[in-house]
């Protein structure tokens, strides 16, 4: 989708002094408190520093002198475990939240010169809200103001489109000259999102980020469309300093839209950093068309804000919710804004996603399926077989789709959701694959994990928010990570039933990326099973990717899925942050119809069909030789549903019989055996 011109913004933030400060070295000072405090309400006899019974709930003061007034100065204070929001206040003014951390740190915060008077002042620590115990203390006023103790100065940042020269919203990531993401100061005073090594510019391509002295490296980066740019640059203290930064639109998407299903604000999910201010700003930087907002059980509205940012014309915003429940969490939209939420207690799969569906949802995805970890999530607990795509408490998911690609996910490796969704697929599921970002801070970028929908649509208010949704349930869709692509089988895209031509099936694999990414492994499967790779690529280093593969494969002899799969390394710099291994690209199932029947049968309903049709011996029971033919041409995902079904249903009655098949199937031996012994 084409990028538009960026409109005015203006957008607030306040985070934190402690956010970018370095501990400053044998700084000189004075001490105006040296006792520690423990704030709070339980006793902590581990901290050996404070009483182990707290001096006060949720707030002290003390008085200090000074014999300066109206000049820069800095106050260095020690605390610990601090979780809630503390603010410190001088004389009645509130000057800096204490930086949040279970360790016992020491961080300096500035002291604005006109609240420091000469004679008694008073410092003030309280927190709203007694949750969490802290201990506090001691304090020491610094010689030299914040600026000249961390040498800051101003950096003029502006990114523009480098062929029309228009302004672009963008991350910037900045690393120090260890490489080290490098610390920001004054984030409180930007219009546009700042943390610990990132921002973003604003609507004009513009950010002022006050740096230490030293050398850095600025990258500007604006989503998988785009290529990066970097800038060394040797920052001076008292001076400031200029860069121009410009990006090169690389990828060809015309046709599609990218969406992002999976997105929160800490303004209404209450856990992250990104403010929903800050949230309207970074998809725009992130080149996102679509954006569905799905905070925690609650339907956010984006347009609002989008519109007093200016960022009506950058992306489509759909109200969505993750409702979060006992059983997993699942994002539904479109959804009304203020409208009844769906029901989050209901704990059954069938009457909760009943549920979601009655309050107007049109999709609803299984989130993170093995989240927190393998065996605790949804699937976990549910103990599906990957092999098998059966749960053993009998689950059918009710679900359009899951998501396999979340970028901030950590828990989980891809090949085990795709394992999954494979074996779910040979079961008989047709619950479709998306991608997804689940972004909570400004950090982990939104929409790194996506969706690419087919579109006719040329700027967002053009995209048909029902027909998104259509091609989200049945799957005209494609997933990734820093890769733009899509597949066709006999001339037909994802989601597609298509027959077979002489035996043959022709599979086109276009893949598109920016000259940072790179892709050294392309995969077609078919029923969960490699059927071809290609070579190595050859791309050179620093081009952008614009791949169209052709492979003939052979058809199967029953009905099958195709999926394509291409992948590769991680991208090199700081600028690429991720918690995933590398890029990746997936696209969404293609239906073959062998038999010419207009109907699609899965490996399960294959193999159900396969067992149900061998005769039965009166005396001697099934005459399980009968499966040998067919056993010995299908794929390895029809054999294993074989012997599924067979054990099912012939266990009970005829035992010794189950015993024949690996040796009938036995290309599938090794494979198959285990099933047998479960």
């Not at 200090?64 to 007034?69: E, G, K």
Request: proline share 7%.
């Amino acid at each position: 989708m084409k990028l538009l011109s960026p409109l005015a913004l203006g957008v607030a933030l306040l985070i934190g002094w402690w956010s970018s400060s370095p501990e400053p070295q044998q700084e000189p000072g004075s001490v105006i408190l040296s006792e520690v405090f423990h704030l709070g309400n339980d006793p902590t006899p581990e901290w050996t520093e404070a009483a182990e019974q707290p001096d006060a709930a949720n707030q002290i003061e003390f008085h200090f002198d000074s014999s300066t007034c109206n000049v820069q100065r800095a106050v260095e204070i020690t605390a610990r475990h601090v979780d809630e929001v503390w603010l410190v206040e001088l004389n009645g003014i509130p000057i800096a939240k204490l930086k949040p951390g279970a360790e016992r740190t020491v961080t300096v915060y500035p002291l604005p010169a006109n609240l420091l008077m000469a004679g008694d002042n008073v410092m003030r620590i309280s927190t709203a809200r007694v949750s969490d115990d802290i201990t506090f203390g001691p304090v020491r006023l610094l010689d030299r103001g914040f600026d000249e103790i961390y040498q800051i100065a101003p950096v003029r940042v502006k990114v523009v489109d480098e062929a029309t020269g228009l302004p672009l919203v963008a991350r910037l990531t900045i690393a120090n000259a260890a490489g080290e993401l490098a610390p920001l100061y004054y984030a409180e005073r930007q219009p546009t999102p700042v943390r610990t090594g990132f921002a973003y510019t604003d609507v004009r391509g513009e950010a002022l980020l006050q740096l230490g002295a030293g050398v850095h490296t600025i990258y500007a980066s604006h989503g998988p469309e785009w290529s990066y740019a970097k800038v060394d640059l040797v920052h001076v203290y008292q001076a400031e300093s200029a860069v121009l930064l410009a990006l090169r639109h690389e990828v060809d998407t015309r046709g599609w839209v990218s969406a992002d299903t999976h997105i929160h604000t800490l303004t209404f999910s209450g856990h992250g950093d990104a403010t929903l201010q800050e949230r309207i700003l970074t998809l725009a930087g992130e080149g996102l068309d679509v954006a569905i907002a799905t905070d925690h059980n609650h339907q956010t509205d984006y347009a609002p804000a989008q519109l007093k940012a200016g960022l009506v014309d950058h992306y489509l915003t759909i109200v969505g919710n993750e409702v979060t429940t006992d059983i997993g969490h699942f994002n539904a939209f479109p959804l009304p804004a203020g409208g009844p939420l769906p029901n989050s207690k209901l704990v059954d799969w069938a009457a909760l996603v009943a549920n979601i569906r009655s309050k107007g949802a049109l999709v609803v995805i299984l989130n993170h399926p093995r989240w927190p970890d393998f065996q605790r999530g949804p699937f976990g607990v549910s103990k599906l077989d990957p092999r098998t795509g059966i749960f053993a408490d009998g689950l059918q998911l009710p679900v359009d789709a899951i998501e396999v690609f979340n970028s901030t996910d950590p828990g989980t490796k891809w090949e085990d959701i795709i394992a999954d969704w494979f074996g779910l697929l040979n079961a008989g599921s047709m619950v479709r694959g998306v991608g997804s970002s689940d972004s909570h801070t400004v950090g982990d970028p939104v929409g790194q994990g996506r969706t690419w929908l087919p579109s006719p649509a040329d700027s967002p208010a053009a995209i048909s928010v029902e027909d998104l949704c259509s091609n989200f349930r049945n799957g005209v869709s494609s997933m990734a990570i820093g890769l733009f692509g899509y597949a066709t089988v006999q001339g037909a895209a994802s989601g597609s039933l298509v027959q077979p031509v002489d035996k043959k099936l022709e599979v086109k694999f276009h893949i598109a990326g920016a000259s940072w990414a790179r892709v050294d492994r392309v995969q077609i499967y078919m029923d969960g099973e490699v059927v071809a790779q290609s070579p190595p690529l050859g791309v050179p280093a620093g081009q952008p990717l614009d791949l169209d593969l052709s492979f003939q494969i052979h058809a199967p002899t029953h009905d099958a899925w195709i999926v394509c799969s291409a992948t590769g390394p991680r991208p090199e710099g700081i600028w690429w942050t991720t918690l995933m291994p590398g890029v990746a690209l997936l696209t969404n199932p293609v239906w073959i119809d062998v038999d010419g029947d207009g109907h699609y049968q899965s490996p399960a309903e294959s193999a159900r069909h396969a067992v149900d049709g061998v005769s039965i011996d009166p005396q001697k029971g099934p005459k399980i030789q009968e499966l040998a033919r067919f056993l010995s041409h299908c794929d390895g995902a029809v054999a294993t549903q074989v012997l599924v079904y067979a054990k099912s249903l012939w266990a009970a009655d005829y035992p010794d019989k189950l015993q024949l098949l690996p040796a009938i199937a036995s290309r599938y031996k090794n494979q198959l055996l285990p099933l047998l012994d479960q």
